[in-house]
């Protein structure tokens, strides 16, 4: 029977390197990024029929859309680095295009024409439904037995997906604050979540989509300007961010997220740490493995190991010493949250 099995986390935690490592096992099927593409959009109520799902996942991501247009893509957007058909300024890039379906082949337009066809007729049922379909689908089409779904910035959706998904295994794949928090400060994504994250602070809005003409028009130019179709990239490359507010991002979506996962219970939820991951990689890809219900080939312990980067930790320790003192300060609730909820 296939297994499905969702990896969160605060992103900048290996994550993307996971998928990678995932997407050549031979019996996983990897969906690198499907949350985030479709977002909360995604899992609406009720009863879809086939062609109303397929627009939740053809129709562009209007966030990913402005910052492609405005020169601040994520290096996670692989469509744009091998373009087909598709792009921004003309067609839009399709949600499940710009990450999803690369990362499982070479001819990504093919592929979605090739499922456009076959979802497009499938009956009515819920968007839980059709997702089984979909995973059904793309197992038998690549012969894999097993569904493991990857995204960043995904610690905040696990009620959603424990909801959807009620036999889903959760696997909380995170880094040590300090270290994740310099690297958010340096993602293009990270930058811009933590600005509009400034915005929804200073309106009380709940989501950016929410927002009323007068609560843009109340915005300081350098934050309202980020809700134009086209904004200058320097507001969020260029912007002076303070790294212990990164640190506080990490602590609070940490310390959210793991209430979240006490919910799930304890056979359907593992822990994998990214700095543990670097230590012994064969040991915890075994234990992955396991966890979502593959062999763990030797041939792919082996390729994984390989992938793995042990110098990519640490850039936290070289900072000053006052600077390093105070993002430690900043992520110390998450990582207590980490301690006491550490499965």
């Given at each position: 029977?296939?297994?499905l099995?969702?990896?969160?986390g605060t992103?900048?935690?290996?994550?993307?390197?996971?998928?990678?490592?995932v997407n050549?096992?031979p019996d996983?099927l990897s969906l690198?990024e499907?949350?985030?593409?479709?977002q909360?959009?995604?899992f609406?109520?009720?009863?879809?029929g086939?062609?109303?799902?397929w627009?939740l996942?053809a129709d562009?991501?209007q966030?990913?859309e402005?910052?492609?247009?405005?020169g601040?893509p994520?290096p996670?957007?692989?469509y744009?680095r091998r373009p087909g058909r598709f792009?921004?300024?003309t067609?839009?890039i399709?949600?499940?295009?710009?990450m999803?379906l690369?990362?499982?082949?070479d001819d990504?337009?093919?592929l979605f024409d090739e499922?456009?066809?076959?979802?497009c007729?499938?009956?009515d049922?819920?968007?839980?439904?059709?997702?089984?379909?979909?995973?059904?689908?793309l197992?038998?089409r690549?012969g894999?037995t097993?569904?493991?779904?990857?995204?960043?910035?995904?610690?905040?959706?696990?009620?959603l997906?424990?909801?959807?998904f009620?036999q889903?295994?959760?696997?909380?794949?995170?880094?040590?604050?300090?270290?994740?928090a310099?690297?958010?400060?340096r993602?293009?994504?990270f930058?811009?979540?933590f600005l509009l994250?400034e915005?929804?602070?200073?309106?009380?809005a709940?989501?950016v989509?929410?927002?009323?003409?007068?609560q843009i028009?109340s915005l300081?130019?350098?934050l309202?300007e980020?809700?134009?179709?086209?904004?200058?990239?320097?507001l969020v490359?260029?912007?002076?961010?303070?790294?212990?507010?990164f640190?506080a991002?990490?602590?609070?979506l940490?310390?959210r997220?793991?209430?979240?996962l006490?919910?799930?219970?304890?056979p359907?939820r593992?822990?994998?740490?990214?700095?543990?991951?670097?230590?012994e990689?064969?040991?915890e890809?075994?234990?992955?493995?396991d966890?979502i219900?593959?062999e763990?080939?030797?041939?792919?312990?082996?390729a994984?190991s390989?992938r793995?980067?042990a110098?990519?930790r640490?850039?936290?320790r070289?900072?000053?010493?006052?600077e390093?003192?105070?993002l430690?300060?900043?992520?110390a609730?998450?990582?207590r949250?980490l301690?006491?909820?550490r499965?």
């Amino acid at each position: 029977m296939r297994t499905l099995t969702f990896v969160v986390g605060t992103g900048r935690s290996g994550s993307t390197a996971l998928s990678h490592i995932v997407n050549a096992h031979p019996d996983v099927l990897s969906l690198n990024e499907l949350l985030s593409s479709v977002q909360s959009r995604g899992f609406p109520q009720g009863i879809l029929g086939g062609g109303e799902f397929w627009r939740l996942l053809a129709d562009p991501n209007q966030l990913f859309e402005r910052m492609i247009r405005s020169g601040v893509p994520m290096p996670e957007f692989v469509y744009t680095r091998r373009p087909g058909r598709f792009a921004t300024e003309t067609t839009g890039i399709p949600a499940l295009s710009l990450m999803v379906l690369p990362h499982l082949t070479d001819d990504p337009d093919g592929l979605f024409d090739e499922l456009e066809k076959q979802v497009c007729r499938w009956p009515d049922r819920t968007a839980a439904g059709h997702y089984e379909a979909l995973f059904d689908l793309l197992c038998t089409r690549s012969g894999r037995t097993a569904v493991v779904e990857r995204s960043g910035y995904s610690l905040e959706r696990v009620p959603l997906l424990r909801g959807t998904f009620p036999q889903a295994r959760f696997v909380h794949l995170f880094r040590g604050g300090p270290d994740c928090a310099v690297s958010m400060s340096r993602h293009t994504g990270f930058r811009l979540i933590f600005l509009l994250r400034e915005i929804l602070a200073r309106t009380g809005a709940q989501r950016v989509e929410d927002l009323t003409e007068d609560q843009i028009r109340s915005l300081p130019p350098e934050l309202s300007e980020l809700l134009a179709e086209r904004f200058d990239s320097a507001l969020v490359l260029d912007s002076d961010l303070p790294l212990t507010g990164f640190g506080a991002l990490w602590s609070e979506l940490i310390t959210r997220g793991v209430d979240h996962l006490s919910e799930v219970p304890a056979p359907m939820r593992t822990t994998l740490a990214y700095e543990d991951l670097l230590d012994e990689p064969r040991k915890e890809l075994t234990r992955l493995a396991d966890f979502i219900g593959v062999e763990p080939l030797p041939q792919w312990l082996d390729a994984g190991s390989a992938r793995l980067d042990a110098g990519r930790r640490g850039a936290s320790r070289r900072l000053p010493t006052d600077e390093f003192t105070a993002l430690r300060e900043c992520c110390a609730p998450g990582a207590r949250a980490l301690e006491d909820g550490r499965m």
